[in-house]
């Protein structure tokens, strides 16, 4: 099952404040593991940083001013995402702004239906707690020192952990390093292993199960 881990970066909060997306990121998952596949680019937004979002992922005017506008990837985007489930953490204000830039196009809009929101995972597992990607690192125990700022590549990798121990599945034991060369690579993919082997008991250690529960535990739930 393949499925599409994004993040945006954006000039602001709100699109009815006309910000803009900054920046995409996207990492391809096939059952839960990275695969080869990503995509990425900054944007220029047409407009100014905010004062509030130039803390938060550190793109300057400067900077965004020489990338490529959303018009000129649209169409790779979208044909990377197709067809994919997407895996977003507060999917309210990514796709707010993903959807704003393809209705300025006169693109069809992402459906909410084709979107696993891990926010709201995480408040149902965890109601009434922290929930935001830095919260649930800490609470899983994964290592998000690189997360200075936000930047789209490594909050995806970071959210692609957060989503295998937020649905419960066993997390590959290979260490993450990430990087632009690194993520997804086919020689990390090629050393993932997993512990989740299911071993069945014997006809002799049935019996035996039988024989314990029928003897020592008269009163259970099995018999």
């Known amino acids: 099952m393949k499925e599409v881990i994004l993040d945006t970066e954006t000039t602001g909060l709100d699109v009815k404040d006309g910000h803009r997306l900054v920046e995409i990121g996207c990492l391809e998952i096939d059952n839960f593991v990275l695969t080869s596949k990503k995509f990425h680019c900054f944007l220029n937004p047409e ?24 018009s000129e990837i649209a169409d790779e985007f979208l044909n990377f995402i197709e067809g994919k489930k997407l895996v977003i953490h507060n999917a309210n204000f990514d796709l707010s702004h993903l959807n704003n830039e393809l209705a300025i196009l006169g693109k069809k809009k992402i459906s909410f239906q084709n979107v696993i929101d891990t926010l709201e995972l995480a408040r149902k597992k965890f109601p009434g707690a922290q929930n935001s990607l830095d919260a649930l690192c800490k609470r899983f125990k994964i290592d998000n020192s690189v997360r200075v700022k936000h930047t789209a590549l490594v909050d995806c990798e970071l959210l ?64």
């Open 47 to 70: 407009r100014k940083v905010s004062e509030q979002a130039l803390k938060v992922h550190g793109y300057t005017d400067s900077f965004l001013s020489t990338q490529k506008k959303f």
């Open 160 to 223: 692609s952990r957060v989503y295998v121990n937020l649905t419960g599945q066993k997390e590959p034991t290979f260490d993450l390093k990430i990087g632009e060369n690194n993520i997804g690579s086919e020689d990390n993919n090629k050393k993932i292993k997993y512990y989740n082997k299911v071993i069945k008991p014997t006809e002799q250690e049935i019996k035996l199960h039988k024989n314990f529960l029928k003897t020592n535990l008269k009163k259970n739930f099995f018999n």
